[in-house]
């Protein structure tokens, strides 16, 4: 694996959830800015450990991270899957609403911006 596939890879990920440079930066305390920001544009190779810590931020686990044939819209988090696999457990009535109520936090969100 190259560095620009690893590269590629962060970007890929973080672009589905939606994160820009800066917030995934600061969503690695334990790694210095620059050292992500060379991570997402292949400028050297990084340690293990930081590619770890990049995942964390990504919420995305080491093995789906090199799982190049997932999708960014495929791999969740731990809490992601407690979500769905809740959503699945109520009744449509209750989903409805569930959607609905989602719908209306993302439509504040877009008031707040």
């Known amino acids: 694996m190259t560095v620009l596939e690893v590269s590629c890879r962060i970007n890929e990920l973080a672009e589905a959830k939606n994160l ?5 930066a600061a969503q690695c305390p334990e790694v210095v800015r ?9 400028k050297q190779s990084m340690k293990l ?14 093995k789906d991270f ?15 899957r407690l979500l769905i696999n809740d959503y699945r457990k109520l009744d449509r009535d209750q989903k409805q609403r569930t959607f ?3 719908q209306a936090m993302l439509e504040d969100n877009k008031r707040r911006k």
């Open 20 to 24: 820009s440079r800066y917030a995934l």
């Open 34 to 42: 620059s050292t992500v920001y060379n991570a997402l544009s292949a």
């Open 49 to 62: 450990e930081t590619l770890i810590y990049i995942c964390e931020a990504l919420q995305v686990s080491l």
């Open 66 to 80: 090199f799982d190049f044939d997932k999708k960014p819209e495929e791999i969740y988090s731990g809490e992601e």
């Open 100 to 102: 609905g109520y989602m």
